[in-house]
C-alpha cells in the first residue's frame, strides 16, 4: 500500500489507525471522499505551531507506532506478524524524521522501530509459528536496522538528554540488540528504565514488562511478587500476557502445578491463533 505522511489532526488516533490497516480499496474511497468533502467545505490547509503542532506531532507518532505494532504481533487472525505494516510504519517514521530532523521522539520512535523490525526474520519458525525472544537465534536479526536502530537513538539523545516515551522504549530494546544472548543483555539497566518509563508514562502494561526485567536481574520471585500485584488491574484482567508471564515465573520457580492453568487462560483470552497454538503448546511442554 502507497502511503503518503501529512501531519494528521482531527481525527482521534485508533480511527486513523484503522484507515491505514484496513484494505488498500477501502482506504482509496475514504481519501476520495475525504478530499471532496474538504473541497466542498473549502477547508482551509495551515501549518500548526506551537503547542498545536506538537500535540498533531505526538497524534502522527502514536499512530506510526500503532501501525508498527500491529505488524509486528497481529492483535487476531491466522498470522503471528504482518511484516508490510511494519515497513510502512518504517517508512513512514524515516520520511518524518526527514522533515522534523529537530524533534528528538520522532528519532526515538525510529531508533525503536528500526531495532524491533531488526528482529522480523528470527520470530517465526518456517511454518509461521512465533519464536519467543529468548528462544530466537540472534545470527538471523539484521545488524544493518540495529546500527540504524543506534545511531537514530543517539541522534535523539544529542536533542534532548531527557528521554521521552520512545526513546526510552528504543533504549530498552538497544539492551536486548547490543546482547549476543539473553544472558548477556544489561538486565538491571533494563529494569531502571522501565522505570523511568513507568514514571513517565504510567501504565500497568509497562509494569509488567518491568516485571519480566525484575524477574531475570533479580531472580523469579522478585517478579512474581510484582506479577501478583497487578492481578486485581482492571485494565490487564483480559490481556492475556498476564497469565503467560505468570506461568513462565511459576515455571521457573518449580511451581508447575499451577503452570498448565496459566497459560491455558493465556491461551483464552488471545485473538491470534498461532499464539493460541503456542500458548496451548506452552501450557503442556
Given at each position: 500500500?502507497?502511503?503518503?505522511?501529512?501531519i494528521?489532526?482531527?481525527?482521534?488516533?485508533?480511527?486513523?489507525?484503522?484507515?491505514?490497516?484496513?484494505?488498500?480499496?477501502?482506504v482509496s474511497?475514504?481519501?476520495?471522499?475525504?478530499?471532496k468533502?474538504?473541497?466542498?467545505?473549502?477547508?482551509p490547509?495551515?501549518a500548526?505551531?506551537?503547542?498545536?503542532?506538537a500535540?498533531?506531532?505526538a497524534?502522527?507518532?502514536?499512530?506510526?507506532?500503532?501501525i508498527f505494532?500491529?505488524?509486528?504481533?497481529?492483535?487476531?487472525?491466522?498470522?503471528?506478524?504482518?511484516?508490510?505494516?511494519?515497513?510502512?510504519?518504517?517508512?513512514?517514521?524515516r520520511?518524518l524524521?526527514?522533515?522534523?530532523?529537530?524533534e528528538?521522539?520522532?528519532?526515538?520512535?525510529?531508533?525503536l522501530m528500526?531495532?524491533?523490525?531488526?528482529?522480523?526474520?528470527a520470530?517465526?519458525t518456517?511454518s509461521?509459528?512465533?519464536?519467543?525472544?529468548?528462544?530466537q537465534?540472534?545470527?538471523?536479526?539484521?545488524?544493518?536496522?540495529?546500527?540504524?536502530?543506534?545511531?537514530a537513538?543517539d541522534?535523539?539523545g544529542?536533542?534532548?538528554t531527557?528521554r521521552?516515551?520512545?526513546?526510552?522504549?528504543a533504549?530498552?530494546?538497544?539492551c536486548?540488540?547490543?546482547a549476543?544472548?539473553?544472558?548477556d543483555t544489561?538486565?538491571?539497566?533494563?529494569?531502571?528504565l522501565?522505570a523511568?518509563?513507568?514514571?513517565?508514562?504510567?501504565?500497568?502494561?509497562?509494569?509488567?514488562?518491568?516485571?519480566v526485567?525484575v524477574?531475570?536481574a533479580?531472580g523469579?520471585?522478585a517478579?512474581l511478587?510484582?506479577?501478583?500485584?497487578?492481578?486485581e488491574?482492571p485494565?490487564l484482567?483480559?490481556?492475556?500476557?498476564?497469565p503467560?508471564v505468570?506461568?513462565?515465573l511459576?515455571?521457573k520457580l518449580?511451581?508447575?502445578?499451577?503452570?498448565?492453568?496459566?497459560?491455558?487462560?493465556?491461551?483464552?483470552?488471545?485473538?491470534?491463533?498461532?499464539?493460541?497454538?503456542?500458548?496451548l503448546?506452552?501450557?503442556?511442554?
Amino acid at each position: 500500500m502507497a502511503l503518503t505522511l501529512r501531519i494528521l489532526g482531527g481525527l482521534p488516533t485508533a480511527e486513523i489507525a484503522r484507515a491505514f490497516l484496513t484494505s488498500e480499496a477501502t482506504v482509496s474511497q475514504r481519501i476520495l471522499r475525504a478530499k471532496k468533502t474538504l473541497a466542498e467545505k473549502r477547508v482551509p490547509f495551515e501549518a500548526p505551531q506551537g503547542p498545536e503542532l506538537a500535540a498533531r506531532l505526538a497524534s502522527v507518532l502514536e499512530v506510526i507506532y500503532l501501525i508498527f505494532n500491529e505488524g509486528y504481533t497481529a492483535a487476531a487472525g491466522s498470522d503471528w506478524m504482518r511484516p508490510a505494516l511494519c515497513e510502512d510504519a518504517l517508512r513512514l517514521g524515516r520520511i518524518l524524521a526527514g522533515l522534523a530532523p529537530n524533534e528528538p521522539e520522532v528519532h526515538g520512535l525510529v531508533a525503536l522501530m528500526e531495532i524491533q523490525a531488526s528482529r522480523i526474520a528470527a520470530r517465526v519458525t518456517p511454518s509461521g509459528d512465533p519464536i519467543l525472544l529468548f528462544d530466537q537465534n540472534r545470527v538471523l536479526w539484521n545488524h544493518m536496522l540495529i546500527h540504524r536502530g543506534l545511531a537514530a537513538l543517539d541522534r535523539a539523545g544529542k536533542l534532548r538528554t531527557d528521554r521521552g516515551r520512545y526513546s526510552l522504549e528504543a533504549a530498552i530494546a538497544a539492551c536486548h540488540a547490543r546482547a549476543l544472548t539473553p544472558a548477556d543483555t544489561d538486565w538491571r539497566r533494563t529494569v531502571d528504565l522501565y522505570a523511568d518509563l513507568a514514571r513517565l508514562t504510567p501504565s500497568p502494561i509497562v509494569e509488567l514488562n518491568r516485571a519480566v526485567a525484575v524477574g531475570m536481574a533479580y531472580g523469579p520471585a522478585a517478579g512474581l511478587e510484582l506479577v501478583d500485584a497487578l492481578l486485581e488491574e482492571p485494565r490487564l484482567r483480559e490481556y492475556y500476557l498476564l497469565p503467560s508471564v505468570r506461568g513462565d515465573l511459576l515455571r521457573k520457580l518449580g511451581r508447575l502445578d499451577e503452570v498448565r492453568a496459566e497459560f491455558l487462560r493465556a491461551a483464552s483470552l488471545t485473538q491470534n491463533e498461532r499464539e493460541r497454538k503456542m500458548l496451548l503448546a506452552r501450557a503442556t511442554g
